[in-house]
């Protein structure tokens, strides 16, 4: 069975960092696209990174230059490195994956194309 498990979450002042963690156990193939996502109660989950297996990455707008996203292969972990952070950054944030390409006819593979989910960690920037 595959699972992913988030963590690294807590509550940080403005302008802190914090560094999350998804940690991927029974995933073996080669193609694979993983997301971070987030939402708070209210609002549609929003896209703020992903990391496919062609190498390629991106950030959402509205963290660029303060997040930025990695993983380590060997031990088969997906980072959210988050500078800088702002109250407009508390939500649940989620990591996903899935067994395609990043890349969807032109557009990066939107929240409802991932297979498997995390329960979410809580991040909460207060001001």
């Known amino acids: 069975q595959i699972h992913l498990v988030e963590s690294g979450g807590g509550s940080v002042q403005s302008g802190g960092s914090l560094t999350l963690s998804c940690a991927v156990t029974g995933y073996t193939y080669d193609h694979y696209c993983l997301g971070w996502f987030r939402q708070v109660p209210g609002k549609e989950r929003e896209r703020v990174a992903d990391?496919?297996?062609?190498?390629?990455?991106t950030v959402a707008a509205s963290v660029k230059g303060r997040f930025a996203i990695s993983r380590d292969n060997t031990k088969s972990i997906l980072y959210l490195q988050m500078n800088r952070l702002e109250p407009e950054d508390t939500a649940m944030y989620f990591c996903?994956?899935?067994?395609?390409?990043?890349?969807?006819?032109?557009?990066?593979?939107?929240?409802?194309?991932?297979?498997?989910w995390g329960q979410g960690t809580q991040v909460t920037v207060s001001s």
């Open positions: 990391f496919g297996s062609d190498g390629s990455t």
């Open positions: 996903a994956l899935d067994g395609g390409e990043c890349w969807v006819a032109g557009r990066r593979r939107g929240s409802h194309e991932y297979n498997w």
